[in-house]
């Protein structure tokens, strides 16, 4: 008969994984003001490059940008590095929606933030398509019932179609990183569980680029896996607090990101007649400047503002964001054919200022009451029926 000597008690905690404080209550209704103020500044990017910052000859007609605006041209030129924060900011506020939910409840949350708003604005798109082909003008999308339909599921690139809306394609990136994070859901969603999923599918999506498969280029999402994996490892020290596992996961993260930021930047290359290229460079520092500001605004001090306007003006960046190109362009385009004396910068801010006004009156009416009732329906509808509704078994009477 052999004994066996009890195994030593644990005077304190593993120091690898568990965290350093208390986690943070989940608080699903609690909004990171300076969080927000970052995704207003993503979408004033991408805004600052489709009016300022494009490279097409003759944008804006008779004016050319390199020419008429050199400066805020050449600064533009870098805004469309707003797309990788918003990737990276998505990492950090779906792994908040994520946490203390069930994927039902998550994907409720998900269609009810996405939908509504993009509806109205593709509905919206297709009625000044509509009216401009009365006027007797060609209009700039196509307004066929199929390709309406097919954009009104958000997913109009794998169906083939044209998007209604230009920036659909960030939408559909978005999404697929929703199921994969709906994934680790289903399997639970843990401390360490995510961590040892963003390691594995920073891993996956590096096997995926050397097999050039496209199967795992579509599911992994290998360009932008870098951008959401450091945005949920900033989220974790938010939460749990800051370690020296989730500053390996980051650094891990942003190493693989910056290394694959030079297809992005070689994708803006710009002719040499129309300026200097953005440098890979310039884009790599902008970027982190951006992961240091979301590092400050999450788990760091400036974690604490809670000030209404900046929670206001990141309500007000989806929509902004869905319609600035689509309809805020073509109104500019309209100041410079009714008053081309008044010059191109007026015209740019008149779009702007249409956006951003439009917004608001979307936020409003669109997001405050339609998506709020069908968030309300949804929610009771993940409920069976009670007895009483239930239909009798067939046979019985």
Same mark, same amino acid.
């Given at each position: 008969?052999? %004994?066996?000597?009890?195994?030593?008690?644990?005077?304190?905690?593993?120091?690898?994984?568990?965290?350093?404080?208390?986690?943070?209550?989940?608080?699903?209704?609690?909004?990171?003001?300076?969080?927000?103020?970052?995704?207003?500044?993503?979408? @004033?990017?991408?805004?600052?490059?489709?009016?300022?910052?494009?490279?097409?000859?003759?944008? !804006?007609? *008779?004016?050319?940008?390199?020419?008429?605006?050199? #400066?805020?041209?050449?600064?533009?030129?870098?805004?469309?590095? +707003?797309?990788?924060?918003?990737?990276?900011?998505?990492?950090?506020?779906? &792994?908040?929606? &994520?946490?203390?939910? %069930?994927?039902?409840?998550?994907?409720?949350?998900?269609?009810?933030?996405?939908?509504?708003?993009?509806?109205?604005?593709?509905?919206?798109?297709?009625?000044?398509?509509?009216?401009?082909?009365?006027?007797?003008?060609?209009?700039?999308?196509?307004?066929?019932?199929? =390709?309406?339909?097919?954009?009104?599921?958000?997913?109009? +690139?794998?169906?083939?179609?044209?998007?209604?809306?230009?920036?659909?394609?960030?939408?559909?990136?978005?999404?697929?990183?929703? /199921?994969?994070?709906?994934?680790?859901?289903?399997?639970?969603?843990?401390?360490?569980? =995510?961590?040892?999923? &963003?390691?594995? !599918?920073?891993?996956?999506?590096?096997?995926?680029?050397?097999?050039?498969?496209?199967?795992?280029?579509?599911?992994?999402?290998?360009?932008?896996?870098?951008?959401?994996?450091?945005?949920?490892?900033?989220?974790?020290?938010?939460?749990?607090?800051?370690?020296?596992?989730?500053?390996?996961?980051?650094?891990?993260?942003? $190493?693989?990101?910056?290394?694959?930021?030079?297809?992005?930047?070689?994708?803006?290359?710009?002719?040499?007649?129309?300026?200097?290229?953005?440098?890979?460079?310039? $884009?790599?520092?902008?970027?982190?400047?951006?992961?240091?500001?979301?590092?400050?605004?999450?788990?760091?001090?400036?974690?604490? @503002?809670?000030?209404? %306007?900046?929670?206001?003006?990141?309500?007000? %960046?989806?929509?902004?964001?869905? #319609?600035?190109?689509?309809?805020?362009?073509?109104?500019?385009?309209?100041?410079?054919?009714?008053?081309?004396?008044?010059?191109?910068?007026?015209?740019?801010?008149?779009?702007?200022?249409?956006?951003?006004?439009?917004?608001?009156?979307?936020?409003?009416?669109?997001?405050? *009451?339609?998506?709020?009732? /069908?968030?309300?329906?949804?929610?009771?509808?993940?409920?069976?029926?009670?007895?009483? *509704?239930?239909?009798?078994?067939? +046979?019985?009477?």
């Amino acid at each position: 008969m052999s %004994t066996q000597l009890p195994a030593p008690a644990r005077t304190g905690p593993a120091p690898a994984l568990l965290p350093l404080r208390p986690p943070r209550p989940a608080a699903h209704g609690a909004r990171l003001a300076a969080v927000d103020a970052l995704r207003l500044l993503a979408a @004033l990017a991408v805004a600052a490059y489709h009016y300022l910052g494009t490279p097409t000859p003759d944008f !804006w007609g *008779r004016f050319d940008l390199p020419q008429a605006l050199p #400066v805020l041209h050449r600064i533009s030129s870098y805004g469309w590095l +707003g797309v990788e924060a918003f990737f990276l900011l998505s990492g950090f506020a779906i &792994c908040m929606s &994520c946490w203390g939910r %069930t994927p039902a409840q998550f994907a409720v949350s998900r269609v009810t933030r996405l939908f509504p708003l993009y509806w109205a604005v593709v509905a919206l798109i297709l009625g000044s398509g509509a009216v401009a082909a009365l006027g007797g003008l060609e209009p700039s999308i196509p307004t066929d019932l199929r =390709t309406s339909l097919g954009n009104l599921t958000m997913m109009p +690139g794998p169906l083939g179609l044209e998007a209604t809306d230009g920036v659909a394609w960030t939408l559909w990136v978005e999404a697929r990183f929703y /199921l994969l994070m709906a994934v680790l859901m289903l399997v639970g969603l843990t401390y360490r569980r =995510t961590i040892a999923f &963003c390691f594995l !599918w920073l891993t996956l999506a590096a096997i995926g680029r050397e097999l050039h498969s496209a199967v795992l280029e579509e599911i992994l999402l290998p360009r932008y896996a870098g951008l959401f994996v450091a945005g949920i490892a900033l989220y974790l020290m938010y939460r749990f607090g800051p370690n020296l596992m989730l500053w390996l996961l980051t650094g891990f993260a942003w $190493c693989y990101t910056l290394t694959l930021l030079g297809e992005r930047v070689a994708e803006h290359a710009v002719p040499a007649d129309r300026g200097d290229s953005p440098g890979w460079a310039v $884009c790599a520092a902008l970027l982190t400047a951006f992961l240091a500001a979301l590092a400050l605004a999450g788990p760091g001090p400036l974690g604490r @503002l809670r000030w209404r %306007t900046l929670v206001y003006a990141g309500a007000l %960046t989806y929509p902004f964001y869905l #319609v600035h190109q689509s309809l805020g362009i073509p109104v500019a385009r309209g100041v410079i054919k009714v008053a081309p004396g008044l010059g191109l910068l007026p015209a740019v801010l008149a779009g702007l200022l249409f956006s951003l006004l439009l917004s608001a009156a979307l936020h409003h009416v669109v997001d405050r *009451r339609v998506a709020v009732r /069908l968030r309300h329906r949804l929610t009771a509808s993940l409920d069976p029926p009670p007895p009483d *509704r239930l239909l009798p078994a067939p +046979g019985r009477t």
